[in-house]
């Protein structure tokens, strides 16, 4: 069974820094990655997938993550901060053979300062 | 528009009284998934359902039922609902190819339960 470890529940980095948000999973099988974003009193937003193709993935609003397989990780980055990025970030994996069963990680919040 | 709808978005219940939450997509999407997000711990799938007449469970399903007689539309029933149900309730629809693409996540139903 696959799981997924966020590091950090909170986050805080100034506007213009470099955001990095981790994420540690475990699988049996070639796992899909997903990041989602939920800002206030809203629904989740796909950020980015790894889904086997490229290990560096490219996402929305200036994100990307690395699947590192060696290490299990596949943790996100921003290389500048925007006041907008202000929400809450989960990681959540799917195995390949039984992809509709999804587990999210318990969510990284970030707060970005002035 | 593209979406995923709920009803109703608040719900204030007395333990044991049936409820049903709804859920419908107009994407024509095959997946569709029920979460509950509870603070610390992320979202958890209760069921999920790949295509008309399959469902399968997810992390939490006790307590819980579904069906899904029509693609677009993926009930939530509580038969029995218990204070310890009281939580953020999410849907979701997604394409299936390949793996779990991208989820569009509905507005969310707080429900309590007292």
């Known amino acids: 069974a696959q799981s997924v470890t966020q590091l950090g529940s909170h986050v805080s980095v100034s506007e213009g820094a470099l955001v990095l948000l981790r994420c540690n999973y475990s699988?049996?099988?070639?796992?899909?990655l997903f990041w989602y974003v939920q800002y206030p009193n809203q629904g989740l937003q796909l950020l980015l997938k790894?889904?086997?193709?490229?290990?560096l993935v490219k996402g929305i609003n200036g994100f990307e993550a690395e699947f590192k397989k060696s290490e299990t990780s596949f943790h996100l980055t921003k290389p500048s901060a925007h006041m907008s990025d202000a929400a809450e970030y989960f990681c959540?994996?799917?195995?390949?053979?039984?992809?509709?069963?999804?587990?999210f990680g318990a969510g990284t919040q970030v707060v970005v300062t002035p | 528009e593209a979406q995923v709808t709920q009803n109703p978005r608040y719900l204030i219940t007395v333990t044991g009284k049936k409820l049903t939450v709804t859920c419908s997509q107009n994407?024509?999407?095959?997946?569709m998934s029920w979460y509950r997000q509870d603070p610390g711990l992320g979202l958890r799938q209760i069921y999920y359902?790949?295509?008309?007449?399959?469902?399968d469970k997810g992390d939490v399903p006790e307590g819980y039922k579904v069906s899904r007689k029509e693609k677009r539309n993926f009930p939530l029933i509580l038969e029995s609902p218990s204070p310890n149900q009281t939580s953020l309730y999410f849907c979701?629809?997604?394409?299936?190819?390949?793996?779990?693409?991208?989820?569009?996540f509905g507005p969310g139903t707080r429900l309590t339960v007292l």
């Open positions: 790894y889904t086997s193709a490229a290990t």
């Open positions: 959540a994996v799917s195995e390949s053979d039984s992809w509709g069963k999804l587990q």
């Open positions: 994407m024509n999407h095959e997946y």
């Open positions: 359902s790949m295509n008309v007449e399959v469902t």
């Open positions: 699988s049996s099988v070639p796992p899909y």
């Open positions: 979701a629809s997604g394409t299936t190819s390949p793996g779990v693409g991208e989820q569009f």
